[in-house]
C-alpha cells in the first residue's frame, strides 16, 4: 500500500521560507513521477510542479517558478518542496501525490499540509 505523508507546513511571515517535505512508501517508484498541488480555501486545486523519480528532472508552475524548487531525495524516498518568498496568496494546503506509470492520472494522494503566509 503506498503511503504520502507530508509534513512541514506552518505559519511564516510574507518574504519567508518553508520546505515540505513528503515521505513515500509502500513500493519502489523508480518509474514515479511525484506532482506537488495546493488547494486555497474557496479554490480549484492548482498544480505547483513535478519531479520525476527516475533522473530528478522537475516542472514548475509559472506562478512559483523561481520562488518554489521541488527535489528528491533517493536514499530517503523522500519529495520536497523548497519554498522561498513566500506571499499571502501561496496560502493553502499542500499536497503530493504520485502517478506510478500514467502519464496524467495521479494514483495517491497524502493528506496535505497547511502552509499559511501573514502579510
Known amino acids: 500500500q503506498v503511503q504520502l505523508v507530508e509534513s512541514g507546513g506552518g505559519l511564516v511571515q510574507a518574504g519567508g521560507s518553508l520546505r515540505l517535505s513528503c515521505a513515500a512508501s509502500?513500493?519502489?517508484?523508480?518509474?514515479?513521477?511525484f506532482g506537488w498541488f495546493r488547494q486555497a480555501p474557496g479554490k480549484e486545486r492548482e498544480f505547483v510542479g513535478h519531479?520525476?523519480?527516475?533522473?530528478?528532472?522537475?516542472f514548475h508552475a509559472h506562478s512559483v517558478k523561481g520562488r518554489f524548487t521541488i527535489s528528491r531525495d533517493n536514499a530517503k524516498n523522500t519529495v520536497y518542496l523548497q519554498m522561498n518568498s513566500l506571499k499571502p496568496e501561496d496560502t493553502a494546503v499542500y499536497s503530493c501525490a504520485v502517478r506510478l506509470s500514467s502519464l496524467v492520472r495521479y494514483d495517491y494522494w497524502g493528506q496535505g499540509t497547511q502552509v499559511t503566509v501573514s502579510s
Open positions: 509502500g513500493r519502489t517508484f523508480s518509474s514515479s513521477t
Open positions: 519531479v520525476r523519480w527516475s533522473d530528478g528532472s522537475t
